[in-house]
Structure formats: structure tokens, C-alpha cells
């Protein structure tokens, strides 16, 4: 992530969520504070709508215990994304050591690309294909 904090809004069933993400931190590619609020959905949807017009990244969230009581998150990315899986770890540090399980793929946390901010504007397909 390059530049200034970023802004999410997030639907998630029922519930909304406006999240700030800071810079990473100094000598870290992937560790960074973040504030999540709970919002009305509607706000949610009016502000996709308003701020974001097509540049919205859909997605299927997947939940499951990891080890030491830590949990992934399992993402299959819809439309222009199809095809993208990612897997996320939320951990305590950064040196945090956690078990690789045999179905991780390569360490994309400082791959740009991957980025929700960055798939909005540049999508997999489009990128996956050599376009």
C-alpha cells in the first residue's frame, strides 16, 4: 500500500463496517494499524454507491480455527476477481510464528496487487490474462 491511510466499507450480511487502514509500519510490508466501526447498512450501501461506482471488490469470506486459537480467513473473489483465493492469518505480532498448512500457497502479503484497493481499480482477470 503505497500513499496515505485507506478507507473500506464493508457489507457483511446484516452488518456494515467503515474500516480505516494506516501506512505499514516502518519495516514491515503487511503489519499496520486499523480502526473498524459498525455503520448502518444503508450508509453502507448509499457511500459504495456514491464514492465507489463500479470499483467495488465482491467476495465470499470464509472462517476456520488455526492453531494457538488464531483464525484464517479464506476469501474467494467474485465477478471481475473469479478465480482469486486468498488466505489470511490475523496474528498477535508480526514475528508471530503460526503453522504453514500443506494447502497455503505462496506469501502474497506484499504483493500490491492483491490489495482490495488495488483489485478495485485493476482486476484479477485482467491481470491473470496479460491484459
Do not use: H
Request: glycine share 10%; charged share 25%.
Amino acid at each position: 500500500m503505497t500513499g496515505g491511510p485507506r478507507v473500506r466499507v464493508r457489507i457483511s450480511g446484516e452488518k456494515a463496517f467503515l474500516t480505516v487502514k494506516g501506512r505499514p509500519r516502518e519495516n514491515s510490508a503487511i503489519s499496520r494499524s486499523e480502526f473498524e466501526y459498525p455503520i448502518p447498512v444503508t450508509d453502507a450501501e448509499n457511500m459504495l454507491e456514491e464514492f465507489c461506482g463500479g470499483r467495488i471488490v465482491k467476495k465470499l469470506r470464509f472462517t476456520f480455527p488455526a492453531a494457538d486459537g488464531l483464525q484464517w480467513e479464506i476469501d474467494e473473489y467474485l465477478e471481475l476477481n473469479a478465480g482469486l483465493f486468498t488466505a489470511e492469518i490475523e496474528l498477535p505480532g508480526p514475528d508471530t510464528p503460526f503453522p504453514r498448512p500443506p494447502w497455503l500457497g505462496k506469501d502474497i502479503s506484499g504483493d500490491p496487487r492483491y490489495t482490495n484497493a488495488a483489485l478495485s481499480c485493476c482486476p484479477y482477470s485482467s491481470w491473470r490474462n496479460g491484459k
